[in-house]
Structures are given as C-alpha cells and as structure tokens.
C-alpha cells in the first residue's frame, strides 16, 4: 500500500498520520498574515495617523502589547480561551509549552497544537491592539502595560471560550462567529470605548485638531491590515477548503464594496473624496464580513458591505454628534464605530443570510435546527430554526457587550489605584519626548502648515 503513496507524504515521527502538511503549512501562513497586520500593520497605521507628536507613543502600544499578549498567551491565556472547561464560559488557566502538549493533534484541524496556539495568539493581540486605538494620544503608557495582561486574562479568555472553545456555552448553543465579528471586533470596540471614557480625553487641543502625520504610510498600514485579512478569515475553518476559499473572497469584496459606499457618501454629503474617509470604510467592511465570511453567499457579502459603509458611516458622522455619550467618550480611532458598530451589524446580518450548506460545509454538523438564517428559514419552511439563530446572534451581542463593559470598567478602576490612567496635562503637550524620550521626525511643527513669505524672511539665503 505504501508503495501508491509519494515518499514525501509517508507519516513518520516529524509528520504523524494525524496531520496534514498542507493544512498545517496554511495555518501557518494565515496566521502570520493576521500578525503582519498588527506588526508591522497596526503599527503603521497608529504611528501614522495621528500627530506627529504622538507617533511614537502610538505605534509602541501596538508593538508592546503583541509582545505582552504572546507571553501572557503561552502562560495561561490559550489554555483559559481553548483548554478544559472550568466553568461554561471560561477554561482552565494552564501553560502551553509542554513539548509534551504542543505536539499533540490540537483541538480542531489536522495539525499540532503548537499551530494553534500560534495561530490564536495573533487574533487576541490584534485585539488588544484594536483597544488601544481607541486610547491614543493621552493613556499613561504604564497603565497600558497593566491593562494588556489583566483584558487579556478577564475579558478576552472568556469571550473566545464561550464562542469559540468546543465547550463554551454559546458555541453549544449555536451562535455564528466565524472569525471574530463578537470576539475580537465587537468586544475590541466595547472594551476601548468603556476605556476612554474611564481614562479620559486628549488635550482640547488635541480633540480640536488632530492631523495625522503621514497619509501616505497610513494607507501603507491599511493596506497590509487589508490584506491580511485574507489569513484573518481564510485561516478560520481549520483546513485548506473550498470554505476557506469562499471566506477569502466574501471578505475582500465586502470591504472593496464597503470603501466605495462610505467614499461616495463622503462625496455626497462633504463634497470631497476623504482618504481617511475611505480607510474607515475599508475597516467597517472587513469587520462587518468577518462573523459571516464563509457562510453566506457573494450576494450577501455585496449587501453586507453595502451596509457596513452607510450604517457605521451614519453612526460616526451623524448619531456620534446628537448622542451626548457619544460626543463625551473621546474615542480617539473611532474604534466604537468601526468596529462595535461593524461587528454587531455583522452579527446580526448573520443571522439574516447564514446558509445551511455553507454551515454544514464550515461546522461539519448536520442540525437544521441549528445554523439557519433568517431569510433561508423562510425559503426553506424553517421559520423557527431562522429566529431562533437570529435570537441567539443577538443575545451573543448582549453577553459581549456587558461583558466588556463590567470586566474594562473594573479593571480600569483596579489599574488607577495604582498608576494614573490618563497622562499629566504637562506629558500631553509635549507627547512622545515626555513619555519615551524619543520623537519619530527631527522636522519642524507638528501638523502645522510652514507658510514662508517675504514678510518673515527677506534675505536671500
């Protein structure tokens, strides 16, 4: 029988019967693509979006907590997200550097643990990451070196056991997330949002003029956070399938479509084509997307980015001015829109458009009564199992949210007892030399246009 199959493919010690060397070669490759987005990505697109003045300190709290995150990740965090169950939304706190552990078939693929828990570490840095976007420009960076480990520990963890984690009571009772719309997007943009409100604003000057510092290498950092989306969801069913496949263009056509409608929006209503503009649009899209990636339809990832460019649009540049919390909260990226926005209304659209096959294909379950969405419960004569998937992908919502908003508030008010939350107003002037000692350009101004004229220098040198 041997002799039918190439030598290469043959099991032995290295490669066990169990895995397979093309599924594990693209878990890799995905998430290193989902950590190219955060580093070098997120990196560049903070450090380069906001004042010159705060360029460093931005990109250092991405660069920081990828670091923190693995550490904490490998330590106990994996084993609390995806280990034995301790109670039904939170795993046993347990290391993951067993040889022993890491070589063994992990919990869902065909390949080693050691893959998943590389493969999972990106996406719970990404959305420490995605918090700190929401705190730029005044948090005390040694509170952000406390607030990294403790969300990661006591918010984090029990997000991704109870949607994620084969035993985590919403994963059992059927909520759809197919890669992060509730545990990474929805819980990053409730969490930064309840952060901001307890550290507090940026300097007035700051709220009132906050030019970013290099547009051109923003679009650099969005690009690479486009683009590695490709591993954020393709990555996500485990296996080099036709669902993966599905996953990936469903995710770059809703984002392209999401781009287009916020940039003719902004067209409409503002008489200008804004780059940042279209930026916010591509992220809204991919979050949007990302809960339904491979279990809804090309139409449906069309219509979903319809929406994610005009809902999140509207919140931010309508709702955001009339709601007074909203006005109060300063959320320096927005990140409540684009991303707590964005991943409730992909949530919800999943449990619209989710359909059956593409469940069966992804979950490799058989229910009908679970994994419908509500348009093809109709289509289909199972009007109950449509509302009842659309109940749940709101009560998923629900528990994210208060979720983040007790656990964040909690360990804001913790982490203040010890250190300040929020920068001195003299640390806030200055910006990045006070906090680091460091500034990012040896160039004049920060943001200011230099006008020059023959009133301020008439010599000819």
């Given amino acids: ?64 907590a990828f670091a923190a995150v693995l550490v904490c990740w490998v330590g106990w965090g994996y084993r609390m997200s995806f280990g034995d169950r301790l109670i039904p939304f939170w795993g046993k706190p347990a290391m993951a550097l067993e040889q022993s552990y890491l070589l063994e078939k992990g919990f869902a693929g065909l390949f080693p643990t050691a893959t998943m828990v590389f493969f999972q570490f990106v996406f719970a840095a990404i959305t420490l990451i995605l918090i700190a976007g929401a705190l730029l420009g005044r948090m005390n960076f040694h509170a952000w070196m406390l607030f990294v480990p403790l969300w990661l520990t006591f918010s984090y963890t029990i997000g991704a056991f109870s949607l994620w984690s084969p035993e985590g009571f919403l994963a059992l009772a059927g909520v759809i997330d197919y890669s992060g719309g509730y545990v990474i997007h929805l819980s990053s943009g409730v969490a930064g949002f309840t952060a901001a409100f307890w550290v507090g604003p940026r300097a007035s000057q700051d709220r009132e003029r906050f030019p970013p510092n290099n547009i051109i290498l923003m679009l650099a950092g969005a690009g690479l956070l486009w683009m590695g989306w490709t591993g954020f969801n393709g990555g996500d069913p485990y296996v080099a399938s036709i669902d993966a496949s599905l996953a990936v263009l469903n995710t770059h056509v809703c984002a392209a479509t999401s781009l287009l409608v916020w940039l003719f929006l902004d067209i409409i209503f503002f008489g200008k084509p804004s780059v940042i503009g279209a930026v916010q649009g591509m992220i809204t899209g991919l979050v949007c997307i990302t809960p339904a990636a491979g279990v809804v339809q090309g139409w449906a990832a069309i219509l979903m980015g319809m929406m994610s460019g005009s809902i999140p649009w509207y919140t931010m540049m309508v709702l955001h001015k009339k709601i007074k919390l909203l006005k109060h909260v300063d959320d320096t990226m927005a990140v409540f829109h684009t991303h707590a926005v964005a991943g409730s209304l992909g949530g919800i659209l999943t449990g619209l458009f989710a359909e059956p096959k593409l469940n069966r294909l992804f979950y490799a379950v058989d229910e009908w009564e679970k994994y419908t969405g509500l348009f093809y419960g109709f289509q289909m004569g199972r009007v109950k199992a449509g509302f009842r998937q659309l109940g749940l992908q709101i009560g998923g919502i629900v528990f994210i949210i208060v979720l983040n908003v007790i656990s964040t508030s909690i360990i804001c008010l913790l982490i203040r007892l010890i250190v300040p939350l929020r920068l001195s107003e ?35 040198c």
């Fill in 426 to 460: 003299e640390d806030m002037q200055v910006g990045d030399d006070a906090i680091h000692g460091e500034e990012a350009y040896a160039l004049w101004g920060d943001g200011e246009k230099f006008e020059s004229s023959s009133k301020q220098n008439n010599s000819p």
């Fill in 1 to 64: 029988m041997n002799g039918t199959i190439p030598s290469n493919l043959l099991p032995n010690e290295a490669s066990p019967d169990w895995m397979n060397k093309a599924d594990n070669a693209w878990q890799l490759t995905a998430a290193t693509l989902v950590g190219l987005q955060s580093v070098p990505g997120l990196v560049i697109l903070y450090g380069s979006i906001v004042k010159k003045k705060w360029a460093v300190n931005s990109a250092f709290m991405a660069l920081y």
